[in-house]
């Protein structure tokens, strides 16, 4: 049957509820857990309890001959499988060889040793007990400096300085601007590990139809066709061989961008037993094994005119990477390089990192991924030099912005900010903020020994990555649109959301192009077998890539109904809209799934056209997007205790347009709920013996929602024109945001005691500690 | 992490020290210690069970002890392998005659792995006071128990 | 997450219960601190027995001037009883800050208290109540103080076979307050406070500090009370009092609170609790 659908109310701009969500939060959406199959074998891996440990044997005799088991594989068995990809390329970077499971070696708590399997997933449990494995144990390193020590015990014994890369870059002339300063700031800043803490854990079932020669793998992930590529590669398997599924994907943060072992590891274990097989890992094994987040110790010292103008920045970043380079891993505190000036004008920059080895899981991105790192310290820098200088710190931020006639801004560290007014949110905060009664209030406070603080960050990011040369696997991304022979519509995009909410925003950009109602699309992803290649879902790329590829493929669709409509009306003067094509001159008009049904149908065709109403794109962007804002954060603390309440905390951010309001709020959100997270309770702290001793959330403060502040979230809006959407990315602006919004707020409450800077997280008894003594810690 | 602390046993210092070198009396005192078996010159394997709360598990231990210099110091080392984690204790015991007896002062390192690491970093500190408290009280009774009996 | 095999019983008696625990099994109650240790095989019980279905163990009633409570009965059942909010609020108060609304509604005060964290927050009221404890064995009933009864970090006076049959507390007429410090991530007590004030003719007639998350056991704070007693309950007496409430105890500590940050908070969690239970004190 033919339906007719038309509409006329435009849907881009719109506080549309999301259409994903009845099915999450009712929880009947299809996870990897929720994959059954008949004949579903279950694996348990076997980790190690050691940071750092030769291993001398491994018994598997017992647990081989445990109830239930059909095989166990240890390091020696996998050992032609992998290894696990690198794809970040460094000068003369140091790539350990990181196969998926150890061999004779384990380098950091969690490490797979060996895996389990059996018809039940208690008999596999039971069975990884039954492993004897005799470890010598050797001194481990937890600590990035530490590391980097003489003497320091090494990760890999190959490298005995523990270091992986020295990366250099500047721009300008970073000598003649220290030395015209007045003055010049200097401050350590740390950006500690933390914890992605997706709320669906990793998972994989592998199935191997050996008949057809054909893998199939469901994995919880951001980028499906990455995998497909990567561990087909990893297997020896031929890349046409091998469909990956990410079903519904229970957040990512990053964590997901990346190709893991255990994703070689059960295509492997279901190709040599035959049979499905399920691995879903535990909280405790994803506190261990996924990747980590940040792990920074920053240098900063930022020299200036009396007047305020900041002349340079010079940055030295040591970066934990923990024992291997995952998919990114190196790469992550480049990006902090690229951000280093953030909103500020200065062309003299120059920044060295230190890639560094420690026996802990390995680092890589995480929501922001080296971009609030940069923006955590450029931000607390200014304020430090404020500070010094006895300017406000919301006066220093606009003499140092670039200007609103500079755009397009070349940098000192070779990026091109497209557009900017960054001026706006910052004024439009203050004025929500009042921000000079705070300051009032502020003194008079003060004087009764009260503590309130007021912290602004103006900060800035690189969104929609990226540009191909750019990325490490390509920064395009696909669309391909469908108009069914009966009318409804399909929309594939290369990108795999994880909970963002673009199975609502793409049917909004595609039933306004098409005309139809949202109801009649269905957006489809993470399937490689239905969506042809693409990237996926990160760096606040989905919408203004992926968004732009569907926007061009929906054109190339629109001109091809518009061919069919014209010639079912048989008229050469014809308009598409409101989904249908109407003659000019005779009113007549044709209906999608009218016309939908000719082409199919195709008795007739307009000449030069192919039956069929598919149109797809692969859309490379010119340039990154550069979203903006601005953070007002007042804080309130009890110096009795150290706590610290957020009385008010204000977002005013810019992502260019905004398709769904409803959405780009809730993203502010959570993105604030993470930086939240990172200034003020969360942290991954290992010991000196390289055990993750907050490995649960006994003791992994995780942010609750009774923990969160009102968030007053607006915005200003600056279009971009890289792409057509005017779109620019807000998925990580929230985090970015926060932290320097939150530790500048605090260390304001306490700055007229004498304390410059405080180091994340902000718990109470530091606070406390400072609020009674006074002075750095 | 750090652990020191001290403790006064009610013996004359030879005989603390004395004490404390007997494995059979090593192995009613280490809380958990199923008895010691010598596997080297001062080297004892042992099994222990733990029982704390509802956390409970089996350990293969071993026990060094080194660096004797009697009456007035020693170092032990304990160590426990199991399925849970391991934990192992490194420490300096001094010995020194006061009033009511020995003071054994001790200082050293505790480590915790595994499972329990992660789940108990906010109960190692109070358990790791608890072990040391049980272990020198046994060893006082330990003590008194022989002297009643010689 | 998967536990080893264990037997599971359920009886519906409580002599039925007893028998199984003499035998060695291990009580259930609320799962809440068993459960997540036997998912991480920190716990591996051979046998358990779910005390949930024995009727007889779920009660909240009031009998000649105290409160009995039955040992299944759950926080949420402790927080929301008109009888415990009227007669002994700061046992209600302290169950409603126990964990979050799914701990409360699944977790008891019988296993709570068995349990015995030192971070529990029970502990503090029940040491503040001078709340008795019976227990039941193969002989049969005892009965306990709630200071004889916590021992050492979940370390009890319970033996082998035994469990905590029901709680006994009186009928409260004091101002009350219980004030926690919670740790950020698992929202145990770094430090709580239950505080009781009894005042009469101007003066602090009687004063109770119940602590616990301090050190490895709850305790009472008598130097504080006697402190407090016979004072007219100012400000300044009260931080004279709350200033002797950590003196001479071992605080833990652990990355999110040294011990003498602990000490300090019970120092100025005390100050709040005397004073809000002053404000309420008749």
Redesign the interface.
């Known amino acids: 049957m033919a339906t007719t659908i038309t509409k006329t109310e435009t849907l881009v701009g719109k506080r549309i509820r999301r259409r994903e969500d009845p099915r999450l939060i009712t929880g009947t959406a299809t996870y990897v857990e929720d994959i059954q199959m008949p004949g579903m074998h279950y694996a348990a891996i076997v980790r190690s309890p050691h940071a750092a440990a030769n291993i001398r044997s491994i018994d598997v005799k017992a647990a081989a001959a445990a109830p239930g088991v059909v095989a166990v594989f240890t390091g020696k068995d996998t050992e032609k499988v992998g290894p696990v990809p690198c794809g970040a390329s460094l000068p003369d970077l140091r790539v350990p060889h990181h196969h998926i499971m150890a061999i004779d070696r384990v380098y950091y708590v969690g490490h797979a040793v060996a895996v389990v399997v059996a018809t039940d997933?208690?008999l596999a449990?039971?069975a990884a007990?039954l492993l004897e494995i005799d470890y010598d144990v050797l001194p481990a390193v937890a600590d990035p400096e530490k590391a980097l020590a003489p003497g320091a015990p090494a990760v890999h014994p190959q490298w005995p300085d523990n270091t992986a890369f020295n990366y250099h870059q500047e721009g300008g002339d970073i000598a003649k601007a220290f030395a015209d300063a007045d003055v010049v700031v200097k401050q350590r800043i740390t950006s500690q590990r933390l914890v992605p803490n997706a709320m669906e854990t990793r998972g994989v079932v592998a199935e191997w139809r050996g008949a057809d020669r054909q893998l199939n793998l469901y994995t919880s992930t951001q980028v499906p066709h990455l995998v497909r590529t990567l561990v087909a590669g990893m297997l020896g398997l031929e890349e046409n061989r091998m469909r990956v599924i990410a079903p519904e994907v229970g957040g990512g943060f990053g964590s997901k961008l990346n190709i893991y072992a255990e994703e070689a590891l059960m295509g492997f274990v279901a190709m040599k037993i035959g049979k499905p097989v399920k691995w879903i890992e535990?909280?405790?094994e994803n506190f261990l094994t996924t990747i980590h987040g940040r792990g920074h110790v920053d240098y900063y010292e930022v020299a200036a005119k009396k007047d305020g103008t900041i002349l340079g920045i010079k940055l030295k970043i040591i970066q934990d990477l923990g024992a291997y380079h995952q998919l990114l891993t190196p790469a992550i505190p480049t990006l902090s390089v690229l951000m280093m000036p953030g909103l500020y004008k200065t062309k003299n920059v120059s920044a060295d990192i230190v890639g560094v080895f420690t026996n802990c899981v390995p680092t890589d991105a995480y929501r922001g991924a080296g971009r609030p790192e940069a923006t955590h310290g450029i931000e607390r820098m200014v304020d430090i030099l404020a500070d010094e200088l006895g300017m406000d710190p919301a006066e220093i931020r606009l003499k140092n912005f670039v200007a609103n006639e500079e755009f397009p801004y070349p940098t000192a560290t070779g990026l091109t900010y497209d557009s900017g007014n960054y001026a706006a949110p910052l004024d439009k905060a203050m004025a929500l903020a009042d921000y000079s009664k705070i300051l009032q209030e502020q003194v008079e406070a003060r004087k009764q020994g009260k503590l309130v603080g007021i912290g602004i960050s103006t900060y800035g990011e690189i969104c929609a990555i990226g540009p191909s040369p750019a990325t490490p696997a390509g920064g395009w991304e696909s669309a391909t649109v469908k108009i069914e022979p009966s009318g409804t519509v399909t929309v594939m995009t290369g990108t795999c959301q994880t909970g963002q909410g673009e199975e609502t925003t793409f049917a909004q950009i595609a039933a306004d192009e098409l005309g139809v109602d949202i109801d009649n699309i269905l957006v489809l992803r993470g399937d490689t077998s239905i969506v042809q290649y693409g990237i996926g879902t990160f760096g606040s790329r989905a919408t203004a890539i992926g968004g732009t590829a569907l926007y061009f493929a929906l054109q190339e669709l629109k001109a091809k109904v518009k061919l069919f409509g014209a010639m079912l009306l048989e008229s050469d003067d014809v308009t598409f809209s409101g989904g249908q094509v109407t003659c000019n001159k005779s009113g007549k008009t044709k209906g999608l799934a009218e016309i939908a049904g000719a082409t199919y149908r195709a008795m007739k065709l307009p000449p030069n056209t192919e039956p069929g109403l598919v149109a797809t794109h692969f859309w490379e962007p010119p340039n990154f997007t550069f979203p903006f804002g601005a953070h007002i954060v007042i804080t309130d603390i009890d110096k009795?205790?150290g706590d610290i309440a957020i009385r008010r905390y204000i977002a005013v951010d810019d992502c260019g347009n905004i398709i769904n309001p409803l959405i780009v709020d809730g993203q502010v959100h959570g993105g604030v709920a993470q930086g939240l997270g990172q200034a003020l309770?969360e942290?991954a702290?290992y010991d000196d013996n390289g055990q993750l001793?907050?490995g649960e959330?006994?003791?992994?403060?995780?942010p609750r929602a009774h923990?969160m502040p009102w968030i007053e979230s607006s915005h200003t809006i600056t279009p971009t024109n890289v792409n057509p959407l005017g779109v620019k990315g807000v998925g990580e602006a929230g985090t970015i945001g926060c932290s320097p919004a939150v530790v500048n707020s605090v260390v304001d409450a306490l700055s007229h005691l004498g304390v410059r800077h405080i180091d994340m997280p902000l718990?109470p008894?530091k606070i406390?500690k400072l609020a009674n003594a006074g002075g750095t810690n | 992490m750090k652990i020191s602390g001290s403790y006064t046993l009610p013996l004359p210092i030879e005989r603390a020290y004395a004490v404390m070198q007997d494995p059979a009396v090593l192995g009613r005192a280490i809380p958990g210690c199923e008895g010691l078996e010598k596997t080297g010159p001062d080297e004892y394997r042992m099994k222990m069970k733990m029982a704390?709360?509802?956390?409970?598990?089996a350990f293969e231990g071993k026990v060094r002890i080194t660096d004797q210099a009697p009456p007035s110091s020693f170092r032990l080392v304990v160590e426990g392998t199991g399925?849970?984690g391991f934990v192992k204790g490194d420490g300096l015991l001094k010995l020194a005659t006061v009033d009511g007896g020995t003071e054994v002062s001790y200082e050293g390192d505790a480590q915790v792995g595994g499972?329990?690491a992660a789940?108990?970093?906010?109960?190692?500190?109070?358990?790791a006071?608890?072990m040391i408290k049980k272990f020198f009280d046994r060893l006082a009774q330990e003590a008194n128990a022989q002297d009643a009996t010689e | 997450?998967?536990p080893?095999?264990f037997d599971y019983t359920a009886p519906t008696t409580l002599d039925e219960a007893v028998k199984l625990l003499g035998g060695g099994a291990?009580a259930l109650a609320g799962g809440m601190?068993?459960i997540?240790?036997?998912k991480?095989?920190?716990?591996?019980?051979e046998h358990l027995v779910d005390l949930g279905r024995i009727k007889e163990l779920n009660y909240i009633r009031e009998e000649s001037g105290a409160l009995h409570i039955g040992a299944t009965a759950t926080h949420y059942a402790v927080e929301s009883s008109p009888l415990v909010r009227t007669k002994c609020p700061l046992l209600a108060e302290t169950a409603a800050a126990i964990g979050d609304v799914q701990v409360r509604n699944m977790g008891t005060l019988g296993g709570a208290v068995a349990?015995?964290?030192?971070?529990a927050d029970y502990p503090a009221a029940l040491q503040a109540l001078e709340a008795k404890i019976v227990l039941r064995g193969a002989g049969g009933d005892r009965t306990v103080s709630a200071a004889e009864f916590f021992v050492?970090?979940?370390?009890t006076v319970l033996n082998e076979g035994e469990m905590v049959r029901e709680v006994i507390v009186p009928v409260d007429t004091s101002g009350v307050s219980y004030q926690k410090?919670p740790?950020?991530?698992?929202g145990?007590a770094m430090v709580g406070i239950a505080a009781r004030v009894k005042k009469a003719g101007g003066k602090v007639t009687e004063a109770r500090i119940g602590v616990t998350g301090l050190?490895?056991s709850s305790f009472r704070a008598t130097a504080a009370e006697k402190a407090l007693e016979g004072t007219n309950g100012s400000a300044a007496d009260i931080q004279k009092a709350a200033a002797l409430v950590a003196q001479g105890s071992?605080a833990?500590?652990?990355?999110?609170?040294?011990a003498d940050?602990r000490k300090?908070?019970a120092v100025?969690y005390t100050g709040r609790a005397l004073i809000a239970a002053m404000g309420r004190a008749q």
């Open positions: 997933r208690y449990r039971d007990d535990s909280r405790r009795e205790t309770w942290q702290v001793i907050t959330f006994m003791d992994y403060a995780m923990m718990t008894e406390w | 704390l709360a509802s956390l409970s598990g399925r849970v499972t329990m789940v108990g970093q906010r109960l190692i500190d109070g358990t006071k608890m | 997450m998967f080893q095999t291990k601190s068993l997540p240790m036997m991480l095989r920190l716990a591996s019980p349990h015995a964290d030192p971070s050492d970090a979940f370390t410090v740790q950020p991530a698992s145990f050190t490895n071992d833990n500590s652990d990355i999110h609170a040294s940050y300090h908070l100025v």
